[in-house]
């Protein structure tokens, strides 16, 4: 078994407007260095999508790559949560 040391992280879908790519947010928290509150900081990075069909509000494992485009680095590994469905038929 050979295992790869590419770093994998994870991250939710916020866009899916472009072919093939799609824009995730990966959310960090850290302590405050002083005042030791938790901080909460966002990254957001390009992700190749060679299925096309991610829909945003997915959680995602992204593994680096080789640059792809410009801005792309990173392409999706394995879908962890899909989506909650929104369900219109309900009405008040």
Not at 1 to 8: E, F, W
Not at 45 to 55: I, K, N, P, R, T
Request: net charge positive; glycine share 4%.
């Amino acid at each position: 078994m050979t295992t790869n040391n590419r770093r994998r992280l994870i991250g939710r879908v916020i866009s899916n407007k472009m072919q093939k790519t799609v824009t995730v947010a990966i959310e960090r928290r850290t302590a405050h260095p002083v005042y030791g509150k938790v901080v909460k900081s966002t990254k957001k990075v390009m992700a190749h999508d060679e299925s096309d069909a991610l829909q945003v509000g997915s959680v995602v494992r992204i593994v680096e790559s080789r640059p792809l485009s410009k801005n792309k680095r990173w392409v999706v590994e394995e879908v962890l949560q899909a989506p909650p469905q929104v369900d219109g038929s309900s009405k008040r």
